[in-house]
């Protein structure tokens, strides 16, 4: 049976494509001499390159002009496939559609977001995947529900201008031209976690990283602070304290109240929506990974997501991470999901020459998992020598029988067991020695909670 290798990795912000990692992941395994099946499945937390991800999967990229940050016209896109549309805020209103030294963090508009809803109904969506990471706006999600066809006004009755320091003179919130929604599912894909307003919110947390100086900040909040009051008032309900509210500058407020979203971590709704189940089927490793594993990787970010997936997989399948870098303990990694992490920085510790040559050095890492967890095919059981050149002796109690060219699984005879053996260091007290070939890798037994 053909060998298989998933790699499910996201971006890395700033030099790679999730696409571009698998590639040189496929590349750099090849090399290091796996000839076996590498299935290539980009991922997305649902923010850069959500659309990307879902195309992958096998959706329809449906571009179209809708209105920009700066209000204006970009060429965007979503993801179709069926009755299913796949949206992301960051085609519409992202950071990466404005000059860096020509943010708009009192100005920018999620307007455009509100068109391809828009469109996506028009091409017989019925359920909406909204992914809200990465955007330029802190309007509140005022510019979708605008796009969307309510109008909101001062107290003369005139539209606001876009942006969220406009919706200080908020007045009124009329609804009486959005479309009805009762066939449609809203689902938000997103991570955060954070309120709309207060010390958590998106203008105190999020303002800052979209060009907010230090007296914008309380500009925006006031905006959104009355946003809410007129806009809960309006809609009937309340959302500002809902877990993700904040998410997108408080696009996920307006998803809450005004199309009644509900919230799904970014990561896990993507690999649903792309059948990661069944990519597993037969695998021998899973490859992840991201620009930075650090600590807001293990707060559902792509990595994570994928580790868990391949974990509650039948059976479980090992997973390594590569990425610029890693802040992350072993134990971090491991309570995550993770058996290995293998940075850029190990190799090229200046960030502008990682940066730069990320490809190639992507493609060396590779090279390493391949010697790491691809080439030693050998049978191991307990204390038995099953080769003239490896012996490996485990603690007492702990029943092995795996496969090394199949990772998780059962033994030659027939039953399970309580670990699965890898290549690398010895860890979790078990002993393992290299017999009369000291060029033999040294074996280690890993417990399947990692």
């Known amino acids: 049976m053909?060998?298989?290798?998933?790699?499910?990795?996201?971006?890395?912000?700033?030099?790679?494509?999730?696409?571009?990692v698998a590639d040189r992941v496929a590349a750099g395994l090849a090399r290091g001499g796996f000839a076996g099946?590498?299935?290539?499945?980009?991922?997305?937390?649902?923010?850069?390159?959500?659309?990307?991800?879902?195309?992958?999967?096998?959706?329809?990229?449906?571009?179209?002009?809708?209105?920009?940050?700066?209000?204006?016209?970009?060429?965007?896109?979503?993801?179709?496939?069926?009755?299913?549309?796949?949206?992301?805020?960051?085609?519409?209103?992202?950071?990466?559609?404005?000059?860096?030294d020509s943010l708009a963090p009192l100005t920018a508009t999620s307007r455009g977001v509100g068109e391809l809803i828009l469109a996506a109904r028009q091409a017989?969506?019925?359920?909406?995947?909204?992914g809200v990471g990465g955007v330029a706006t802190t309007d509140g999600g005022?510019?979708?529900?605008?796009?969307?066809?309510?109008?909101?006004?001062d107290e003369s009755?005139?539209?606001?201008?876009?942006?969220?320091?406009?919706?200080?003179?908020?007045?009124?919130?009329?609804?009486?031209?959005?479309?009805?929604?009762?066939?449609?599912?809203?689902?938000?894909?997103?991570?955060?976690?954070?309120?709309?307003?207060g010390p958590s919110g998106a203008a105190a947390v999020y303002g800052p990283q979209k060009g907010a100086?230090?007296?914008?900040?309380?500009?925006?909040?006031?905006?959104?602070?009355?946003?809410?009051?007129?806009?809960?008032?309006?809609?009937?309900?309340?959302?500002?304290?809902?877990?993700?509210?904040?998410?997108?500058?408080?696009?996920?407020?307006?998803?809450?109240?005004?199309?009644?979203?509900?919230?799904?971590?970014?990561i896990e709704l993507l690999l649903e929506l792309a059948s990661f189940g069944s990519l597993l089927d037969g695998a021998r490793l899973v490859i992840t990974g991201e620009g930075s594993l650090d600590s807001q990787t293990l707060h559902g970010k792509a990595p994570v997501g994928v580790a868990r997936a391949a974990a509650a997989h039948d059976p479980a399948i090992p997973v390594v991470a590569v990425a610029g870098r890693c802040t992350l303990t072993g134990d971090e990694l491991r309570a995550a999901g993770i058996a290995r992490s293998y940075a850029l920085a190990e190799l090229e510790p200046d960030l502008s020459r990682s940066m730069a040559q990320a490809g190639p050095l992507v493609?060396?890492?590779?090279?390493?998992?391949?010697?790491?967890?691809?080439?030693?095919?050998?049978?191991?059981?307990?204390?038995t020598r099953v080769s003239p050149n490896i012996h490996c002796h485990c603690p007492r109690g702990l029943r092995t029988g795996f496969a090394l060219d199949r990772g998780l699984g059962q033994g030659r005879d027939g039953r399970g067991g309580d670990g699965f053996v890898v290549g690398g260091v010895a860890e979790d007290g078990a002993e393992a020695l290299a017999g009369e070939n000291a060029g033999q890798p040294v074996l280690a037994v890993v417990p399947h909670a990692i």
């Open 157 to 197: 009755g005139r539209e606001l201008p876009p942006g969220g320091a406009a919706l200080a003179r908020l007045a009124e919130v009329d609804l009486a031209g959005l479309p009805d929604r009762s066939r449609v599912e809203f689902l938000l894909a997103s991570d955060v976690d954070n309120p709309l307003l």
């Open 37 to 100: 099946e590498i299935v290539s499945q980009p991922v997305a937390d649902g923010g850069d390159g959500t659309v990307a991800a879902a195309v992958s999967a096998g959706f329809r990229r449906v571009e179209l002009a809708v209105t920009g940050p700066a209000g204006t016209p970009v060429t965007a896109a979503y993801a179709l496939r069926g009755d299913v549309a796949v949206i992301e805020a960051a085609q519409a209103c992202g950071l990466t559609l404005l000059p860096q």
């Open 213 to 266: 100086s230090p007296a914008d900040v309380p500009i925006l909040e006031a905006g959104l602070r009355q946003w809410a009051d007129i806009a809960e008032a309006a809609g009937g309900a309340q959302a500002r304290d809902v877990p993700g509210a904040g998410a997108a500058g408080g696009l996920g407020f307006a998803a809450l109240l005004f199309l009644g979203a509900r919230m799904r971590p970014g």
């Open 142 to 153: 005022a510019g979708l529900v605008q796009a969307l066809g309510a109008r909101l006004t």
């Open 2 to 20: 053909v060998e298989r290798v998933v790699v499910a990795a996201d971006k890395f912000k700033g030099s790679l494509t999730a696409a571009e």
């Open 363 to 383: 493609e060396r890492l590779a090279e390493r998992i391949a010697a790491d967890w691809l080439r030693l095919r050998q049978w191991i059981f307990g204390d």
């Open 124 to 130: 017989g969506a019925t359920r909406i995947v909204l």
